[in-house]
């Protein structure tokens, strides 16, 4: 059993969830929420990011953590807040021992979907299936598991690859799995 920290960044609202990823890449639910960063000056803001995430990683001790990585936007300040924000919450589970994944928006809705341009009801909708929620988080704490839950599956599908790797069917089992290797990194088809 592991524990992963999803995280969603923000300024204004910034989600967390936390699943464990058990045998057979079965997942979890353990907690999610969201962090509602005040308005003022932007240390501050970011500071409170930070220290928030902190006591969510100190209360429930996650393994490690993902983060989405920001996409480009029409206005370029805006772009530039979001990953300041982002990096308010990298440094926070840095600074815990976290290792730290990163994904795009299409990879985790891939990951989680089934198709990466899904729309965030989507995404609530998989999440609630996946994890067996009684009712829908928000679309915020919603990302933050679906990140989550795309750091489980690149988990398991790598323990996998390793596996085949040892009984020299690597490459069976990640065509198997809709993966492949490209510059180096292995990414989902």
């Known amino acids: 059993m592991e524990r992963i920290l999803g995280i969603d960044p923000g300024l204004r609202l910034t989600g967390f969830g936390i699943v464990e990823r058990h045998a057979a890449g079965r997942l979890v639910y353990v907690a999610s929420g969201v962090i509602r960063v005040p308005d003022g000056e932007l240390p501050a803001r970011l500071a409170t990011i930070f220290s928030q995430l902190r006591e969510v990683i100190d209360e429930y001790q996650p393994a490690s953590a993902a983060i989405e990585r920001v996409f480009v936007n029409v206005n370029p300040q805006t ?9 308010a919450a990298i440094c926070a589970a840095a600074t815990a021992g976290l290792a730290v994944a990163e994904f795009t928006p299409m990879q985790i809705k891939q990951a989680v979907v089934g198709y990466g341009r899904a729309t965030k009801q989507q ?3 998989m999440v609630v299936r996946l994890l067996g929620l009684p009712g829908t988080p928000s679309k915020d704490a919603a990302d933050a598991l679906a990140c989550a839950a795309c750091q489980a599956q690149s988990m398991t599908l790598v323990e996998t690859l390793v596996a085949g790797a040892a009984s020299h069917a690597a490459p069976s089992v990640l065509a198997r799995r809709g993966a492949r290797v490209r510059r180096g990194r292995l990414v989902h088809s």
Request: hydrophobic share 50%; proline share 0%; glycine share 16%.
């Open 79 to 87: 772009t530039l807040l979001l990953g300041q924000a982002r990096g």
């Open 123 to 125: 995404v609530q909708a």
